[in-house]
């Protein structure tokens, strides 16, 4: 599986984007997606989830009411609508997928990534 993530930008805080990871390969909708990010100088870390029919979803504490993980296995690609977005929210964003029914929640559950997207808030 190869991934692109997409949709990165400039957003004023309170503001909204939308990441897409577009993926090839007909099995992709065997796999688990996650979404990751890392700002300057920290450690990468777990935004959101999804597993292969996109029936189960898992967020982290710091962006659950404000981030919707989705997916459409028809298009091959994953969305992550991000609303409210804060200047912590800063950071590169990655997708990531593992052959898998589960929901997985940790970088090392993941085999296949994406290069990453920036997405920078002004306060």
């Known amino acids: 599986v190869q991934l692109q993530a997409s949709g990165g930008g400039l957003v004023q805080a309170g503001g909204s984007l939308r990441l897409s990871c577009a993926a090839s390969?007909?099995?992709?909708?065997?796999?688990?997606i996650g979404w990751f990010r890392q700002a300057p100088g920290k450690e990468r870390e777990f935004v959101a989830a999804i597993n292969w029919s996109g029936g189960s979803t898992y967020y982290a504490d710091s962006v659950k009411g404000r981030f919707t993980i989705s997916r459409d296995n028809a298009k091959n690609t994953v969305y992550l609508r991000m609303n409210s977005l804060q200047p912590e929210d800063t950071a590169v964003y990655y997708c990531?997928?593992?052959?898998?029914?589960?929901?997985?929640?940790?970088?090392?559950?993941?085999?296949?990534w994406g290069q990453g997207t920036q997405v920078t808030v002004s306060s």
């Open positions: 390969g007909r099995t992709f909708s065997s796999c688990a």
């Open positions: 990531a997928a593992r052959y898998s029914m589960a929901v997985l929640t940790k970088a090392s559950d993941y085999e296949y």
